[in-house]
């Protein structure tokens, strides 16, 4: 079944909206598999995968968003700024790329893609531990 354009961008938004509201309800279907940050969660008993996992930021504000909506496959790509990714620049927004597929108005795929200022996004060494950043509020969950 065909998704109207707004469902299909409602699902991606409630997953960034989560990102900085951590009230806001994701619709995240099953099975699910998530390909984020090297993380993925497609492996095993398919009927179990689930990209509710947590680890999912929080207090981080999703910015600047673009979107390409493909209705015939239910997918939304948001083009958006993610602010606080790269720990070097933790008060700027990271290039990021977040793709959702959606199906029957539940998330069953995301993948995404990200474009640090520096190797690692500074979680590798190369940048200031996330504790001594001066910034309020900011913590990555799992």
Same mark, same amino acid.
Do not use: W
């Given at each position: 079944?065909?998704?109207?354009?707004?469902?299909?961008?409602?699902?991606?938004?409630?997953?960034?909206?989560?990102? *900085?509201? %951590?009230? #806001?309800?994701?619709?995240? !279907?099953?099975?699910?598999?998530?390909?984020?940050?090297?993380?993925?969660?497609?492996?095993? /008993?398919?009927?179990? *995968? &689930?990209?509710? =996992?947590?680890?999912?930021?929080?207090? =981080?504000?999703?910015? /600047?968003?673009?979107? %390409? #909506?493909?209705? #015939?496959?239910?997918?939304?790509? =948001?083009?958006? !700024?993610?602010?606080?990714?790269?720990?070097?620049?933790?008060?700027?927004?990271?290039?990021?790329?977040?793709?959702?597929? #959606?199906?029957?108005?539940?998330?069953?795929? =995301?993948?995404?893609?990200?474009?640090?200022? %520096?190797? !690692?996004?500074?979680? *590798?060494? &190369?940048?200031?531990?996330? *504790?001594?950043?001066?910034?309020? !509020?900011?913590?990555?969950?799992?």
């Amino acid at each position: 079944m065909r998704l109207p354009r707004e469902t299909i961008k409602a699902a991606g938004d409630a997953y960034a909206d989560r990102c *900085n509201d %951590v009230s #806001v309800q994701v619709p995240f !279907g099953t099975p699910c598999a998530r390909l984020e940050g090297g993380a993925y969660t497609g492996r095993g /008993n398919l009927s179990a *995968n &689930t990209c509710d =996992i947590g680890g999912l930021p929080e207090h =981080i504000p999703m910015v /600047n968003r673009r979107y %390409v #909506v493909d209705e #015939v496959y239910g997918v939304v790509d =948001i083009f958006m !700024g993610f602010t606080g990714l790269d720990r070097t620049r933790n008060d700027t927004a990271t290039p990021d790329s977040h793709l959702f597929r #959606v199906v029957d108005g539940k998330i069953r795929y =995301i993948h995404t893609a990200s474009a640090c200022f %520096v190797d !690692g996004c500074g979680m *590798n060494g &190369t940048g200031p531990p996330l *504790n001594t950043l001066g910034r309020r !509020g900011v913590s990555f969950s799992g």
